[in-house]
Nanobody, 124 residues
Framework: QVQLVESGGGLVQAGGSLRLSCAAS????????MGWFRQAPGKERLFVAA????????YYADSVKGRFTISRDIAKNTMYLQMNSLKPEDTAVYYC?????????????????WGQGTQVSVSS
């Protein structure tokens, strides 16, 4: 079965950087879109960024444009989210997700598979 495992979260000072990883297994992901979502305490799960697995087309939420970069290493079956210039409002649990269609969707229900999340905390 498809399995997604996030790592790389932690505590960082405002203005700092973190790199999240999502290790994917169980299937060849050609034809898939993959993305990152985040959810702060008491708030809804929101779109962050997405990438098509084979071609590498990307899309970003306005709140992270210019600060975050999504990428993937096909040979390693791993997706990354490089987060720079972090702000306290970036604090959330970050989730890796995959969809079996070439859509860079922004709604959580457009994705078929999910990891269990990794905590990112940014102090002011």
């Amino acid at each position: 079965q498809v399995q997604l495992v996030e790592s790389g979260g932690g505590l960082v000072q405002a203005g700092g950087s973190l790199r999240l990883s999502c290790a994917a297994s169980g299937r060849t992901f050609s034809g898939y879109a993959m993305g990152w979502f985040r959810q702060a305490p008491g708030k809804e799960r929101l779109f962050v960024a997405a990438v098509t697995w084979s071609v590498g087309r990307t899309y970003y939420a306005d709140s992270v444009k210019g600060r975050f970069t999504i990428s993937r290493d096909i040979a390693k079956n791993t997706m990354y989210l490089q987060m720079n210039s972090l702000k306290p409002e970036d604090t959330a649990v970050y989730y890796c997700a995959a969809a079996s269609v070439l859509r860079l969707g922004v709604l959580a229900n457009e994705y078929n598979y999910w990891g269990q999340g990794t905590q990112v905390s940014v102090s002011s």
